[in-house]
């Protein structure tokens, strides 16, 4: 018999959902992605559900079991043992919900008993006690980090569950943590919403509880806009963007807010965080676009410059050519900073950008000087950087 913790659709109603949310493997920039269970009561007006078509979706559901899913995980074409960074719940439920915090163990100890020595990462505002923190420190060859999203955000409209959860849980697990490490997941930061002086301070306080904080802005894509309008929500920006929004003066106030309050390691990217927790260097490679570097611990900046080594185009040609959507790729310039490339599409980009551990632009979406693959709102318009000089 097939068993779930939660409720298993049927096969009919799988069929029903979206393209998008039946895709239960996914490649995002921080790692391959597991999402077998979906649905979230917490209601956050932000959440990327909408994006999926899955807003409705309000209790966890799982598509598969467990077993179903790992396999389904390990035999994708885009896993690769110990090297693909993994993330498990990351974009319709939360990991820790009651019930599905039993799928969350059910997959990480069977990875975990195959000596899979992959990234995991687990990103949670909800409750961790300290018996699940026993549970993951008792992983012996995952690399598990659990990032607690903490915006500071005051509005229940916006976020209706108590933000004081994910503070009290990033406090007890980084008290506990063996194995596995805490970050602090600081976001979505709002210019007006939860950037006052005071929410500041808090941020940088509890950043010096944990082994890392990560700071970044607003998903703001066309969905959530209408979900914001459609509710009379305060929309944050008037215009939506493909990419995360960090305006320039939101920035420059977060870095100073840390380096006057002593705040803890700070980064601006994820894998950054991820990878400096566990003493390696950044997977995603980020270590060609100096400038994202600026922040980083001394240690973490000698580790990445190491690690650095520029593919050559024949390298990545062979890398693509292993994938069955790697026909009509082009290698459009490598430089220091990154390789641009044309005809692969985003997902297999990441194949290749974790295969290498360097960063693989898409030559249709231009990453801009200083704007660190975010969204051009709130930057002054510096003209076009289509393809960034190594120069820089
Ligand atoms: S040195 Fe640069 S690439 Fe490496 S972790 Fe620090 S910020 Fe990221």
Same mark, same amino acid.
């Given at each position: 018999? =097939?068993? *779930?913790?939660?409720?298993?659709? /049927?096969?009919?109603?799988?069929? @029903?959902?979206?393209?998008?949310? $039946? %895709? &239960?493997?996914?490649?995002?920039?921080?790692?391959?992605?597991?999402?077998?269970?979906?649905?979230?009561?917490?209601?956050?007006?932000?959440?990327?559900?909408h994006?999926?078509?899955?807003?409705?979706?309000?209790?966890?559901?799982?598509?598969?079991?467990?077993?179903?899913?790992?396999?389904?995980?390990?035999n994708?074409?885009?896993?690769q043992?110990?090297?693909?960074?993994?993330?498990?719940?990351?974009?319709?439920t939360?990991?820790?919900?009651?019930?599905?915090?039993d799928?969350?163990?059910?997959?990480?100890?069977?990875l975990?008993?195959r000596?899979l020595?992959n990234h995991?990462?687990?990103?949670?505002?909800?409750?961790?006690?300290a018996?699940?923190?026993?549970?993951?420190?008792?992983?012996?060859?995952? =690399?598990? *980090?659990?990032?607690f999203?903490y /915006?500071?955000?005051?509005?229940? @409209?916006?976020?209706?569950?108590? $933000? %004081? &959860?994910?503070?009290?849980s990033?406090?007890?697990?980084?008290?506990?943590?063996?194995?596995?490490?805490?970050?602090l997941y600081?976001?979505?930061l709002?210019?007006?919403l939860?950037?006052s002086?005071?929410h500041?301070?808090?941020?940088?306080?509890?950043s010096?509880?944990?082994?890392?904080?990560?700071?970044?802005?607003?998903?703001?894509?066309?969905?959530?806009?209408?979900?914001?309008?459609?509710?009379?929500?305060?929309?944050?920006?008037?215009?939506?963007?493909?990419?995360?929004?960090?305006?320039?003066?939101?920035?420059k106030?977060?870095?100073?807010?840390?380096?006057?309050?002593?705040?803890?390691?700070?980064?601006?990217?994820?894998?950054?965080?991820?990878?400096?927790?566990?003493?390696?260097?950044d997977y995603?490679?980020?270590?060609?676009?100096?400038?994202l570097?600026?922040?980083?611990?001394t240690?973490?900046?000698?580790?990445c410059? &190491?690690?650095?080594r520029?593919?050559?185009?024949?390298?990545?040609?062979?890398?693509?050519?292993?994938?069955?959507?790697?026909?009509?790729?082009?290698?459009v310039?490598?430089?220091?900073?990154?390789?641009?490339?044309?005809?692969?599409?985003?997902?297999?980009?990441?194949?290749?950008?974790?295969?290498?551990?360097?960063?693989?632009?898409?030559?249709?979406?231009?990453?801009?000087?200083?704007r660190?693959?975010?969204?051009?709102?709130?930057?002054?318009?510096?003209?076009?950087?289509?393809?960034?000089?190594?120069?820089?």
């Amino acid at each position: 018999m =097939r068993r *779930t913790f939660v409720p298993l659709l /049927s096969v009919e109603q799988v069929a @029903r959902l979206s393209e998008r949310a $039946k %895709e &239960v493997v996914e490649y995002r920039k921080s790692g391959l992605s597991l999402n077998h269970v979906m649905g979230c009561p917490l209601d956050c007006a932000y959440c990327i559900r909408h994006v999926y078509g899955a807003w409705d979706m309000r209790q966890p559901r799982a598509l598969m079991t467990d077993a179903e899913a790992v396999e389904l995980l390990v035999n994708h074409r885009y896993f690769q043992p110990d090297v693909t960074p993994l993330q498990i719940f990351n974009r319709a439920t939360d990991p820790f919900l009651p019930k599905v915090k039993d799928h969350l163990f059910a997959v990480l100890e069977d990875l975990d008993e195959r000596g899979l020595r992959n990234h995991v990462l687990v990103i949670t505002r909800y409750r961790v006690d300290a018996e699940d923190c026993v549970r993951l420190n008792a992983l012996g060859n995952l =690399r598990v *980090t659990l990032l607690f999203t903490y /915006s500071g955000i005051d509005d229940q @409209r916006i976020e209706p569950f108590p $933000k %004081e &959860v994910a503070e009290k849980s990033l406090r007890l697990a980084a008290q506990l943590a063996g194995r596995y490490r805490a970050v602090l997941y600081w976001r979505p930061l709002v210019p007006g919403l939860n950037d006052s002086p005071e929410h500041l301070i808090r941020a940088v306080e509890l950043s010096r509880v944990a082994h890392a904080t990560v700071f970044t802005g607003l998903f703001y894509r066309d969905e959530i806009a209408a979900y914001y309008r459609a509710n009379g929500l305060p929309e944050p920006y008037g215009e939506t963007a493909r990419r995360k929004i960090v305006p320039e003066t939101l920035e420059k106030r977060v870095l100073e807010a840390f380096r006057t309050g002593n705040g803890g390691p700070l980064f601006r990217k994820t894998s950054c965080a991820v990878s400096f927790v566990h003493g390696e260097p950044d997977y995603n490679g980020h270590y060609g676009i100096r400038e994202l570097c600026d922040i980083c611990p001394t240690q973490q900046l000698d580790r990445c410059a &190491v690690a650095h080594r520029v593919p050559s185009a024949e390298e990545l040609r062979e890398i693509a050519a292993r994938l069955p959507e790697g026909e009509d790729f082009q290698v459009v310039e490598v430089s220091e900073r990154a390789a641009v490339v044309a005809g692969l599409e985003e997902q297999p980009r990441y194949f290749l950008q974790h295969s290498l551990g360097f960063q693989i632009h898409d030559v249709r979406h231009p990453h801009r000087h200083r704007r660190h693959g975010r969204a051009d709102i709130g930057w002054p318009d510096t003209g076009s950087s289509s393809v960034e000089s190594p120069h820089e």
